[in-house]
């Protein structure tokens, strides 16, 4: 009976902990010009809570990335990005530079459609949330509906996500 107990309560407290730093995670899809379709996720976050870059750091904290859960109608072009610049700062957990963002961070990716049916893309965004004084590794799914025979999203809609 203690041992189920103590299973119990480690359960709730990383139940509790999962919950935690994240305020939600959206996902939405546009067609390119080029046909192509740009999956945007925004991660909001709770105060004194980030959120690590996609760029990976050997040694360093998780990167944020994306993991498709089938092969769909589709090919992934490159991966999960960054569309703003990161903050950088000499992170004091794993005593080297890390780039990350506060507050609310959008992430793209870009994949190629080989219908112009609709379908969903479901995947898993995996990412590494800390507050300088705990850090949580995350995982959030990701469903997101597309209609590649859809026009264009407006150009300057994109703009920011591309460059980055």
């Known amino acids: 009976m203690k041992r189920f107990a103590i299973t119990l309560t480690a359960c709730l407290i990383s139940i509790c902990a999962a919950a935690q730093g994240v305020l939600s995670v959206e996902s939405e899809s546009a067609v390119l010009d080029n046909g192509n379709v740009e999956i945007l996720i925004t991660v ?3 105060p004194q809570w980030y959120i690590y ?12 990335s994306l993991t498709a859960a089938d092969n769909g109608p589709y090919t992934l072009e490159g991966t999960l990005r960054d569309t703003e610049t990161p903050h950088t700062k000499i992170d004091p957990g794993f005593q080297m530079e890390v780039k990350y963002f506060e507050n609310s961070v959008r992430f ?11 379908f969903t893309f479901k995947g898993w965004l995996e990412f590494q949330t800390c507050n300088g004084m705990e850090c949580l590794l995350n995982e959030e799914e990701i469903s997101v509906d597309i209609n ?11 703009t920011a996500a591309a460059e980055s």
């Open 44 to 46: 909001n976050l709770e």
């Open 53 to 64: 870059s996609t760029e990976p750091v050997k040694g360093g904290p998780m990167a944020t």
């Open 108 to 118: 793209a990716q870009t994949l190629r459609p080989s219908t112009t049916e609709k």
């Open 148 to 158: 590649p025979s859809a026009a264009p999203a407006a150009a300057e809609t994109l």
